[in-house]
T-cell receptor, first 112, second 116 residues
Framework: GEDVEQSLFLSVREGDSSVINCTYTDSSSTYLYWYKQEPGAGLQLLTYIFSNMDMKQDQRLTVLLNKKDKHLSLRIADTQTGDSAIYFCAETPNQAGTALIFGKGTTLSVSS | DTAVSQTPKYLVTQMGNDKSIKCEQNLGHDTMYWYKQDSKKFLKIMFSYNNKELIINETVPNRFSPKSPDKAHLNLHINSLELGDSAVYFC???????????????FGPGTRLTVL
């Protein structure tokens, strides 16, 4: 069945890099996503990666995809206190109308 | 210019009551979704509609009934509310059935339902 796994917590100091890891099981997933949820707020799409890519960089964010191991990671460079949030990895087969399968979310705590 | 909006933002009610949550999107999307986020922040799909037609109906009690009067609206009606229904409910929308289009979903701000 479909399942997405993430570690639940990550603590870093301001200015350090954060790496959030995710493993997924559905090999038909064409797109993989990272969503951010700040306290009391909805979900904001941070970035995504197409399954034929290994890496995608977007300003402070770097997404790495190892399709063989079904492993996805999100690296946040120069982490700031404003990055404190829950980060969700999500997969969906490239079939519009199919729901996102979310991981349980990684709570990132950034201390100054 | 809110893309996906939900009302109400907070809903506090007694067990046994019937309540509705409304969702509207102004993105011109064909597909809309309801997700439930429990107290541990776990997000799970409940329903999905495409052009007013139900296409995903996960294992959700019959007390939950989605209604889509048009493709810009997807409402969620809940009968005989139970304590376990307390959660945050998120509405989302995406473009719909097109080949090779990234199925980016846009989320509403959520409705926090508390059943007493």
């Amino acid at each position: 069945g479909e399942d997405v796994e993430q570690s639940l917590f990550l603590s870093v100091r301001e200015g350090d890099s954060s790496v959030i890891n995710c493993t997924y099981t559905d090999s038909s997933s064409t797109y993989l996503y990272w969503y951010k949820q700040e306290p009391g707020a909805g979900l904001q799409l941070l970035t995504y990666i197409f399954s034929n890519m290994d890496m995608k960089q977007d300003q402070r964010l770097t997404v790495l995809l190892n399709k063989k191991d079904k492993h996805l990671s999100l690296r946040i460079a120069d982490t700031q206190t404003g990055d404190s949030a829950i980060y969700f990895c999500a997969e969906t087969p490239n079939q519009a109308g199919t729901a996102l399968i979310f991981g349980k979310g990684t709570t990132l705590s950034v201390s100054s | 210019d809110t893309a996906v909006s939900q009302t109400p933002k907070y809903l506090v009610t007694q067990m046994g009551n019937d309540k509705s949550i409304k969702c509207e999107q102004n993105l011109g999307h064909d597909t809309m979704y309801w997700y439930k986020q429990d107290s541990k922040k776990f997000l799970k799909i409940m329903f999905s509609y495409n052009n007013k037609e139900l296409i995903i109906n996960e294992t959700v009690p019959n007390r939950f009934s989605p209604k889509s009067p048009d493709k810009a609206h997807l409402n969620l009606h809940i009968n005989s509310l139970e304590l376990g229904d307390s959660a945050v409910y998120f509405c989302a929308s995406s473009q719909g059935f097109r080949d090779y289009v990234r199925n980016e979903q846009f989320f509403g701000p959520g409705t926090r339902l508390t059943v007493l």
